[in-house]
């Protein structure tokens, strides 16, 4: 066994997909400390820098001071703190839906909810590109699965309609996907899933707080809330706190909490987390002055990375990859990157496809114009000195 572990982590070493830990001493809003050095953060999902507001802050710890540091039990045996109502209530006041329901993690609520929802008898459909935490729940629930060419609604019409009319089907993807920075199709998807009566499930990971009037997500900001049978989103990105969530119709939370094996077998979240969450729904439907400074930062950086020559693929959002091929030269511009003062990661197979290696940039509304002008220049003089750029 121990030989066998040996050999595969010297395999990932050759191919440049060896992973390692760095240790973070110190985090506040643009600049994060990393193996004791100071860097300008371009790889935060802490987009409209809440994880250092000091109301989130207070509020964690006065949730902590009234309801002690762990939450002792399971939701379903003694750890439902009345923070966990609260937070639901807030939850869906600010989703305007019917019922809402709190989990650990965007990753267990993804593998949860699809585990729970299909079977063995049911069919699912997920893009491409979905999150790895979709994956696994489509693995765990050992549906009949068809993955789609990633934004393809033509290929995805292809497979609906091969598929059995009397089979249960979900379809399921990513709002804003992590990897391109691009956005689902879900208008289209909305059509699929009424002409194949079929049930649509979007994680909004990346996308709540950042879109619609007060931050619901892109589904809202589509005007198609009445429309997706299935919300999810996280916590952990613009929200600045963790943990995830799901709104819906009220059978799909009674029908979640009777069956979902990751929120009936775990320990129910620390309160100190569950007062930052509601404080955060709070905050969050008024943060539409950061909302915009993250988009015009966005639409800057994109832009200028774009005239400096770099392929940044199809992203039309605050997450900007710059797609440069191979493991070995985008692990060599993340750590030139390191050197000039720059915290952005290197994201290589399996999390994306063999060949589209690439350093992922997200921007937060933290950052002043100043400091994305001084990241894009030495972002510019790196991809020079490597070849990549003119
Ligand atoms: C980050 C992410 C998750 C996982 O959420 P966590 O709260 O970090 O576990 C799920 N789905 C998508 C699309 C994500 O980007």
């Not at 050095?37 to 507001?53: E, F, I, Q, T, V």
């Not at 390191?338 to 060949?355: D, H, K, L, N, S």
């Amino acid at each position: 066994m121990k030989q066998h572990i040996q050999s595969v982590l010297q395999q990932l070493e050759q191919k440049t997909q060896k992973r390692s830990l760095k240790n973070v001493s110190f985090c506040n809003g643009s600049w994060i400390v990393m193996n004791g050095r100071k860097l300008l953060n371009l790889a935060s999902n802490d987009y409209l820098g809440l994880a250092s507001d000091e109301r989130l802050i207070e509020a964690g710890c006065q949730a902590m001071c009234t309801y002690g540091a762990g939450a002792t039990a399971s939701r379903l045996i003694v750890g439902n703190y009345e923070l966990y109502a609260k937070a639901e209530a807030a939850l869906k006041n600010w989703k305007k839906k019917e019922a809402a329901l709190i989990f650990n993690s965007g990753y267990t609520a993804n593998l949860g909810i699809i585990a729970a929802l299909i079977g063995r008898d049911d069919i699912v459909f997920s893009d491409w590109l979905n999150h790895a935490s979709i994956i696994d729940g489509i693995r765990l629930s050992g549906a009949e699965r068809y993955r789609y060419y990633h934004n393809d609604l033509d290929h995805l019409e292809s497979l609906l309609k091969q598929a059995s009319p009397h089979k249960r089907k979900l379809i399921v993807t990513d709002s804003i996907f992590s990897m391109d920075g691009d956005m689902a199709q879900l208008e289209g998807l909305v059509t699929l899933k009424k002409r194949y009566n079929a049930i649509l499930m979007v994680d909004e990971a990346h996308s709540s707080g950042l879109y619609g009037e007060r931050g619901e997500g892109l589904v809202h900001h589509l005007h198609l809330q009445d429309q997706v049978d299935i919300q999810m989103g996280t916590f952990s990105k613009a929200l600045g706190s963790f943990g995830a969530y799901v709104v819906g119709e009220q059978w799909l939370v009674d029908y979640l909490i009777n069956t979902m094996r990751s929120f009936i077998f775990t320990t129910a979240l620390p309160p100190a987390v569950l007062g930052t969450i509601e404080k955060a729904i709070e905050i969050v439907q008024n943060e539409q002055a950061k909302r915009q400074t993250l988009q015009a930062h966005s639409c800057y950086f994109r832009d200028e990375l774009q005239k400096l020559g770099f392929n940044v693929g199809k992203s039309t959002t605050h997450i900007v990859p710059i797609i440069i091929g191979s493991n070995e030269q985008t692990v060599q511009m993340s750590e030139r990157l390191q050197e000039y003062g720059i915290a952005a990661v290197a994201i290589r197979p399996p999390t994306v496809p063999e060949g589209t290696s690439r350093i992922r940039f997200s921007l937060t509304a933290a950052l002043a114009k100043e400091e994305i002008d001084w990241a894009l220049e030495r972002i510019a003089r790196a991809g020079k000195e490597m070849g990549l750029i003119a």
